[in-house]
């Protein structure tokens, strides 16, 4: 009997966590693991490739699918191919195509998934059970648009003010601004809690906050490609 269970992964560097079975359980793991750990697509080319390896040691399926955020919901782009066989060691190529009928205007946001999906595997010998683990390489997809010039420090043009216990963070650039959810407000140090860990182009967060008044609020920008940076102190407007 073989049971497959699947484990999502965010980074392309995360481990997986060990799996204690029982019973004479078998366990194995597959993984499908890009070159990159964000996929970005350009207007300007219209199209960004991924090099997507399959680190087990036998044939898998790899199946790729777009996910759209709960703030936007709009179809603006697809893959292909959405499933295609990769040998053990082997890589396959991903194309991102953009598909937007209208020029895009700021940067967009949506998930890609990369699942491996086990195939051929020997029967497990009797008596024992063959657990297979898959692996989801959950990234994110960034859709830039043609013309914008590209920003590696677009945290530092947030906004944020604190009015009758609300700590409001405004991002009125045309860019993605990846950071961590925790944030403290200074001098007082108390904290903060940001309901996801991206704000959008346009948008308007406020979330509890602690402290009546505030000079700079601290957190923890992330690059384009999720990588943590210093912490950064930005002004509170009071």
Partial sequence: MTMFFTFARPLIHSGIGALVLLLATQAQADG????????????????????????DASLALLHVTIEDIEQDKESLVFV????????????????????????????????VIFEGIP???????????????TVRQNLPLIL???????????????????????LTVRNETPYVV??????????????ALLPRTYVLPGESISVPAMATTA??????????YGFAVAHYDAPVES
């Fill in 215 to 224: 000079t700079q609020v601290r957190f923890l920008p992330a690059t384009v």
């Fill in 119 to 133: 195939q051929g595997r020997p029967a497990a010998d009797a008596g024992h059970a063959r657990v297979g683990v």
């Fill in 144 to 166: 830039h648009p043609k013309g914008l010039a590209p920003n590696r420090t677009p945290w530092t043009d947030l906004q944020w003010s604190l009015r009758d216990g609300q």
């Fill in 80 to 111: 292909t191919p959405p499933l295609s066989r990769v040998e053990a060691s082997k890589t396959q190529l991903v194309r991102f195509i953009l598909q937007s009928e209208k020029p895009l205007v700021t940067q967009r946001l949506k998930r």
């Fill in 178 to 191: 990846r950071l961590a959810q925790e944030l403290q407000l200074l001098p007082s140090k108390s904290g």
């Fill in 32 to 55: 499908m693991v890009p070159n990159t750990s964000v996929v970005i697509v350009n207007e300007a080319d219209g199209e960004a490739s991924v090099s997507v390896t399959n680190t």
